[in-house]
């Protein structure tokens, strides 16, 4: 009986492998249209080798340019199917004649760590009704004019805050990002639920950055559960379970500020702050929300805007730094709208600044945090771009750097050059497919309110409160834009400056 069971078990081994094997070839049928350039994939782990090493963003457009400057191009993930969009009239076919059928998320196997995929509004499917609820909470009660206007004087005490903490620091070098974050971190969780979570510059800001980003960061890491699906039973490189304690620690953090505010309403018969808690304890009140869902709506907030905005503020203080005459036009702009009325800018001031809102969108244009998309995925057949196929159940991935550098779209897309958005109008809302920061469709950025607001008014704070000088006698021509890629495209050598106090 051993031998014909281990023949059993061969020709069992063989029969999988050769299903695993062609069904990556059936899932790129030409029924509904052409199959897209790409590499030529290696049995079983597809392109996984053409992936190797630098930026992923980078070697995606590197590996597009050389198929043809392939606007649609295939690759295969181990045995999941992808195609990567790169050009901006790709990118435009695909959120305004396929948007609903490719909303959907491929979701990584470690975001299954506590149910977090089933409750999260940013890998939840946008056909849940808990999405929409979700959405529609966020939408209403955050980040709508007059939700934004009841916490205007929080964001804007904040960013005092912030400036006050760098003049603490005045003549010497500090990490610009280090800072900023710090802020923006007590600037978010201030106007959430009244408490500042960091002190800034310190080292809870830094512990507390770090547990984020590294959340996100595990969204890119090889994990062989998403590459092979069959093996995700066995969580192999315990990535959900990493996860696990990883999201456990930050939930601890976010559950007792939660449970705090419960005791505390409940001792005072009703709400005490009139903040956003405030609003999400009432719905839970009446049903309308499990207690589950504060923790992880609270999480996504920060998740997906505290880092986002100190990124920006720091690439865009990065290319001032690197281009000092338009430093100095900036500085000329907001001087002759502030200078000598008052100490400090607010966002009336912000809203009426061209050139600061130019200089803004042409950092999220050459430097966008989100370099690659969180992944979509196709939930239909018949899907065509380009008139290339995507089969259902493909991975779509976005190039936002590629597609904000087409060469098709922008003149010198290499450059910093704010003034081309003083010719065009641009807005943040993904309607003009040659500048999507914020992604676009249904999976739109639902924060694009508040950023629009606080990374202009940190910007224009920190350039009217200081004339910034690069440590060490360094020139301008030496900062350094690098980049480094993980699920935000940061620099590859933290922005080092000093600021001097204006006299």
Known sequence: ????????????????????????????????????????????????????????????????????????????????????????????EAFTSHDRRLAARAVP????????????????????????????????????????????????????????????????????????????????????????????GGESAQGFQQLVEELIESITKPNVSDLFPFLRALDLQGWRRWVTGHLGKIFRILDGIIDRRLALSSSN???????????????????????ENLTFILFDLFAAGSDTMALTVEWAMAELLRNPGIMAKLRAEIKAAVGGKKES???????????????????????????VMLPHKAVEDGVEIGGYAVPRGCTVIFNTWAIMRDPAAWERPDEFVPERFLDREFDFRGKQFEFIPFGSGRRLCPGIPMAERVVPLILASLVHAFEWQLPDGMSAEQVDVSEKFTTANVLAFPLKAVPVIIT
Not at 145 to 150: C, G, N, V, Y
């Open 109 to 200: 196997d470690s975001k299954q760590a506590l149910g977090f995929c089933d409750w999260s509004v940013i890998w939840l499917p946008c056909s849940d009704p808990l999405w929409k609820t979700l959405r529609g909470i966020v939408a209403s009660h955050v980040f709508s004019p007059r939700s934004l206007a009841a916490t205007r004087a929080v964001r804007e005490r904040k960013v005092r805050d912030l400036v006050a903490f760098l003049r603490g620091r005045a003549g010497r070098e500090v990490d610009v990002k280090e800072a900023v974050y710090g802020g923006v971190v007590n600037l978010v969780s201030s106007a959430l639920f009244s408490v500042d979570v960091v002190d800034v």
């Open 269 to 291: 018969n009703g709400n005490v702050h009139g903040d956003f808690l405030d609003v999400l304890l009432e719905l839970m009140s009446t049903g309308k929300i499990a207690r």
């Open 345 to 371: 800018v607010d966002e009336d001031d912000v809203a009426g600044l061209p050139y600061l809102q130019a200089v803004v969108k042409e950092a999220m244009r050459l430097h966008p945090v989100a370099p």
């Open 1 to 92: 009986m051993a031998p014909e069971l281990l023949w059993l078990w061969v020709t069992l081994a063989v029969s999988i492998l050769y299903y695993l094997l062609t069904s990556q070839r059936r899932r790129w049928g030409s029924r509904s249209g052409r199959r897209p350039p790409g590499p030529r994939p290696l049995p079983l782990i597809g392109n996984l080798l053409d992936l190797r090493g630098g930026n992923l963003h980078h070697t995606l457009a590197r590996l597009a340019r050389a198929h043809g400057g392939a606007p649609v191009m295939r690759l295969d993930l181990g045995l999941v199917p992808a195609v990567v969009i790169s050009s901006r009239d790709a990118a435009r």
